[in-house]
T-cell receptor
Framework: DGGITQSPKYLFRKEGQNVTLSCEQN?????MYWYRQDPGQGLRLIYY???????QKGDIAEGYSVSREKKESFPLTVTSAQKNPTAFYLC????????????????FGPGTRLTVL | QKEVEQNSGPLSVPEGAIASLNCTYS??????FFWYRQYSGKSPELIMF????GDKEDGRFTAQLNKASQYVSLLIRDSQPSDSATYLC?????????????FGAGTQVVVTP
């Protein structure tokens, strides 16, 4: 089955601790994204990567870091610098097509719910 | 700041009726638009995307786009209890922001039997 997997499903973090959220896709998609969702709010972009070994900051990158060493993997680290990390984290991917009809539909993984203790 | 606005709801719809959801966006140059459905506690799933002015139909769903007025809407015909969810509107950026989606906060739909 092709798809996007995220692990763990639930994660608990202590104050001052760094944690890493996993995102893997076997869809052969070029681009991958990390979003954060808080209750009653839309999705906010943390980081995105359109090609291996390259990534860009989104709207709320402070306190987060990423890497893109392989096409299928885009892990997100929530550092101790992120003061309010409790949220639902969603990873997405898309097939970046060249040309006029590249609509870049994004498909989401199941999410990781992070709670700070 | 590029914005995508949706009514938060809840939008209460009798079973079998039509649910009408609206979304406005601020970036006039946006080219492609997406509707996602999100059940409580789950991740968003893509319902439809649209890029040309007019209507696009897929089963019980119809997306409507009016670029001049900068709004996109979603109609759900013959609403079912399983349609109860939050519907997110997303707009693709352009130029340097291509691939960066801006999401609205979502409209909660409740279909009542």
């Amino acid at each position: 089955d092709g798809g996007i997997t995220q692990s763990p499903k639930y994660l608990f973090r202590k104050e001052g601790q760094n944690v890493t959220l996993s995102c893997e896709q076997n869809l052969n998609h070029d681009a991958m994204y990390w979003y954060r969702q808080d209750p009653g709010q839309g999705l906010r972009l943390i980081y995105y990567s359109q090609i291996v070994n390259d990534f860009q900051k989104g709207d709320i990158a402070e306190g987060y870091s990423v890497s893109r060493e392989k096409k299928e993997s885009f892990p997100l680290t929530v550092t101790s610098a992120q003061k309010n990390p409790t949220a639902f984290y969603l990873c997405a991917s898309s097939l970046r097509l060249a040309g006029e009809y590249s609509y870049n539909e994004q498909f989401f993984g199941p999410g990781t719910r992070l709670t700070v203790l | 700041q590029k914005e995508v606005e949706q009514n938060s709801g809840p939008l209460s719809v009798p079973e079998g009726a039509i649910a009408s959801l609206n979304c406005t966006y601020s970036d006039r140059g946006s080219q492609s638009f997406f509707w996602y459905r999100q059940y409580s506690g789950k991740s968003p799933e893509l319902i439809m995307f649209i890029y040309s002015n007019g209507d696009k139909e897929d089963g019980r769903f119809t997306a409507q786009l009016n670029k001049a007025s900068q709004y996109v809407s979603l109609l759900i015909r013959d609403s079912q209890p399983s349609d109860s969810a939050t519907y997110l509107c997303a707009v693709n950026g352009q130029d340097d922001s291509w691939g960066k989606f801006q999401f609205g906060a979502g409209t909660q739909v409740v279909v009542t039997p």
